[in-house]
């Protein structure tokens, strides 16, 4: 039994009070489940301004009558200053998952980064401060690292931010060392390389990359690349993402309080692999993928040519385990992927 497992069936006995920001985001509403499923009690904030009120449909569709009715919905903005403070009280753990999460998002629109991802963060770091709550987890990202020549990356590398949204991220655990030194208010900072599964996004402008690729082959349309596609991401399911949430706000030993920690599978795959990967998964219900190849086009202003990360002080201090590897993952996605992005013309 790991010990990711011994921490849910303690849950399980002890239901806890957990308030998570983002909640109807890709990531955010994926900790809602687990936690649902976990028998704790949920109360989720979000604005819904990339947040999807069905990614909530779809939670309640995967639990019982008796757990949805343990989770409770604000909608608000986690700049709200009296908002966030009112929804702290008497809250055990916070997992801060707001932010306006894109590289181009935040090189075209650097102030709205900032807002969210800064001004925002330090509204939920003084209003948990203030509220004086067990743990506050938050995200941050591996973007701070920049371009590092070392690989695989580890936490004390130095941070080099190449965007808006990298700086703001690398912003975020300024504040939190500097609240840990002048309050003693300890957070911690989950710095996530590529997650994927269920619910995360394939529309718009900024779409992440994995959702965008499904859809677009299983719709038939032109796969774009950026750059020659041998660009490497360390991809990590989006539930191995939620296992570290939760061992993060529940552990107790006080050397892992106030540290960021990587959070991936620890491997790196290509842009052209995981594109293989992909299309191999949806031929095998739309055959006409399997003749499809992608475009290439020029790199994008912002991004990391690589990145892996080395995980071994969250595997040592949070006691973090991933148990989906790429391919996996992958697998397991692609029938919410087929089932949600989908259009009859094109099914199988």
């Known amino acids: 039994m790991s010990h990711y497992d011994i921490v849910r ?21 994926n900790i809602l489940q687990a936690l649902l499923q976990l028998d704790q009690h949920v109360l989720g904030v979000d604005s819904f301004l990339t947040g999807k009120r069905d990614n909530l449909v779809q939670v309640r569709q995967t639990v019982s009558p008796s757990q949805w009715a343990r989770f409770n919905l604000v909608e608000g903005d986690v ?7 009112w929804l702290c009280t008497g809250v055990d753990h916070v997992l801060h998952q707001a932010a306006l999460g894109s590289v181009p998002w935040s090189i075209d629109d650097p102030l709205a980064t900032h807002e969210h991802n800064l001004t925002g963060f330090l509204m939920m770091l003084q209003a948990a401060k203030n509220a004086r709550v067990r743990s506050f987890v938050y995200a941050s990202s591996s973007a701070v690292y920049g371009n590092d020549p070392a690989l695989p990356v580890c936490e004390d590398a130095g941070c080099m931010p ?15 060392h500097a609240f840990a030194k002048s309050y003693g208010f300890k957070a911690i900072g989950l710095r996530y390389f590529n997650i994927f599964g269920p619910r995360q996004d394939p529309s718009g402008a900024y779409a992440a990359v994995i959702p965008l690729w499904f859809s677009q082959l299983i719709r038939g349309e032109k796969v774009h690349i950026n750059g020659d596609g041998e660009t490497t991401r360390d991809f990590c399911y989006v539930e191995d993402c939620v296992q570290a949430n939760i061992l993060a706000s529940v552990s107790e030993r006080k050397e892992a309080q106030g540290e960021v920690y990587n959070i991936a ?6 842009l052209n692999n995981l ?3 992909i299309r191999g998964l949806v031929a095998a219900r ?13 790199f994008r202003p912002g991004d990391v040519r690589h990145s892996v990360a080395d995980t071994s002080k969250a595997q040592r201090l949070l006691s973090f385990a991933p148990e ?14 087929m089932g949600h992005l989908a259009e009859p013309a094109v099914a199988a």
């Open 9 to 29: 069936q303690i849950l399980s006995r002890q239901p806890r009070r957990w308030l998570v920001t983002g909640v109807a985001g890709f990531i955010g509403s």
């Open 79 to 85: 700049r709200e200053q009296g908002l966030m403070r």
């Open 162 to 176: 190449l965007s808006p949204y990298a700086a703001s991220k690398l912003g975020d655990e300024i504040y939190a």
């Open 265 to 270: 599978l620890g491997r790196s795959t290509s």
């Open 275 to 277: 594109f293989s990967d």
């Open 286 to 298: 739309v055959s006409e993928a399997a003749r499809m190849d992608p475009a290439y086009r020029d």
């Open 324 to 337: 989906y590897s790429v391919s996996d993952g992958l697998a397991k996605a692609a029938d919410w992927y």
